[in-house]
């Protein structure tokens, strides 16, 4: 009996692990569909923004400080048709990204190539030369750092691990930066969640332009319910009312949308109400895809031209790329890929309160916003960026800096610091996952007793 028993138990054990790869194939779990999706869209932008390895992407920057089973993800680059494809084991749960001039990589996690490639703009952003020209107006710094401030930049513990740029500047001029091994001025570097602020701006030059106003309801055309009582301020503050998770550290809406759906900004708004407009801070990636969503539909033909021709080109941001979901809508919440230097340019911009080179381009105390505060405790603002630095955040505890001290944040160690008081930026870059540790504010703190 016994004998009989453990002979069907076998045969049980071996029809169920036939069946995996069948599973695998028909059904992939999510949790592999987001693991390929993240490694077919990262590799893709590093190798054809970014101009990296692709094996070096695939190790050091989704690999290296990911979840485990993206260890088993497999993939491969076609050059010719800018096309990246992923599948864990090289078999199963197949996703992909694709490369447009312009426009950079977006996911095409159903791996509709047709559909990706009819987003695309004519000309594709090239990065500035070196030029004798002082920054921003060129590329060369100001003067050598101060020894205090080379000590600071030198300093491991201050900078980070996984630091890829550092900047500091200085009544506007570059007086220090310093970059990782296998990193260069000249190396295009993701912003992820600092992409929310440039959005901001985008919205702002629309403001200007009378063809948004935060007070605009009824923002899109499927919300005809209680959803149309959402306002733009709403939706910029973080204060929607939508349902949205934001967790990382699993399968959760966010990851879903980034690396699921092929059209991101159409999930975020079929998102529900949980909560009466403009009453409860929740942050949400999602609420950024829907924001760009709605000025594009403002724009219609015009929109994909749109940030290079009122913000990147007045700035000079000649690298950035701001990259679109597979149906076109840029990835607002996420994937801006720009120079460390362009980066700073914007930073600039916004230290001083919106003009640049004499023109206003963002309107009266439209920056004032991105410094007052949404009411949350978290540190959040009326306009996409923060009062409060990570580790503050975190802590609750001040850091100690200039009273009027606000941030641009990217989750994975990105950060731009600006001290409109001090006339300073700091920008700090790197790939820094939240769980090392580190957090900037002890480097900001730093160059700010240094540049006194």
Same mark, same amino acid.
């Given at each position: ?43 893709? =932008?590093?190798?054809?923004? +970014?101009?990296?390895? #692709?094996? @070096?992407?695939?190790?050091? %920057?989704? !690999?290296?400080? /990911? ?71 060129? =590329?060369?710094?100001?003067? +050598?750092?101060?020894? #205090?401030? @080379?000590?600071?930049?030198? %300093?491991? !513990?201050?900078? /980070? ?292």
């Amino acid at each position: 009996m016994i004998r009989k028993l453990l002979i069907g138990l076998g045969a049980v054990l071996i029809a169920g692990l036939a069946g995996v790869p069948i599973w695998l194939f028909v059904a992939p779990p999510e949790l592999l569909r987001v693991a390929d999706g993240y490694a077919a869209k990262i590799v893709c =932008s590093n190798v054809f923004l +970014a101009g990296r390895d #692709a094996q @070096a992407v695939l190790a050091e %920057d989704v !690999q290296a400080p /990911g979840n485990p089973a993206l260890k088993l993800v497999k993939i491969k680059v076609d050059t010719e048709a800018h096309r990246v494809t992923a599948r864990f084991l090289g078999l199963f749960a197949p996703s992909g990204a694709l490369y447009r001039e312009g426009l950079g990589c977006a996911s095409v996690p159903d791996r509709n190539w047709t559909a990706a490639q009819s987003a695309h703009l004519t000309e594709a952003p090239v990065i500035a030369p070196e030029t004798d020209a002082l920054w921003p107006e060129g =590329s060369r710094d100001e003067t +050598a750092p101060s020894p #205090a401030i @080379a000590k600071i930049l030198a %300093d491991p !513990q201050l900078t /980070g691990p996984g630091m890829r740029a550092v900047l500091i500047i200085k009544d506007g001029r570059i007086v220090a930066e310093t970059y990782g091994k296998g990193f260069t001025a000249q190396t295009r570097l993701l912003g992820w969640s600092m992409t929310k602020t440039v959005n901001a701006a985008l919205i702002g030059r629309l403001v200007q332009a009378g063809k948004l106003s935060l007070e605009d309801k009824a923002l899109l055309p499927q919300w005809s319910d209680a959803r149309g009582d959402i306002r733009l301020r709403d939706l910029t503050a973080m204060k929607s009312g939508l349902a949205f998770n934001e967790d990382y550290g699993d399968v959760s809406d966010v990851s879903r949308m980034l690396y699921v759906q092929p059209d991101m900004a159409a999930f975020a708004a079929a998102m529900p109400l949980t909560a009466k407009p403009g009453t409860a801070y929740s942050y949400s990636t999602g609420t950024s895809f829907i924001l760009a969503r709605i000025w594009m539909n403002k724009l219609g033909a015009q929109a994909l031209p749109y940030p290079r021709e009122a913000l990147f080109g007045p700035l000079g941001m000649t690298s950035a790329v701001l990259e679109t979901d597979e149906h076109g809508t840029f990835a607002a919440g996420s994937y801006l890929y720009a120079t460390p230097r362009d980066w700073a340019r914007f930073g600039q911009l916004l230290l001083q309160d919106g003009v640049w080179d004499g023109e206003r381009l963002l309107p009266e105390n439209f920056v004032g916003l991105m410094r007052t505060s949404n009411g949350s405790a978290q540190g959040y603002t009326q306009m996409q960026t923060w009062l409060k630095g990570p580790g503050e955040s975190d802590t609750g505890h001040s850091a100690g800096l200039p009273a009027d001290t606000f941030w641009l944040r990217g989750h994975d160690g990105q950060s731009i610091t600006i001290m409109p008081s001090h006339n300073l930026i700091v920008l700090r870059m790197g790939l820094t996952p939240w769980d090392t540790g580190y957090r900037p504010e002890a480097l900001v703190r730093a160059v700010v007793e240094a540049s006194k």
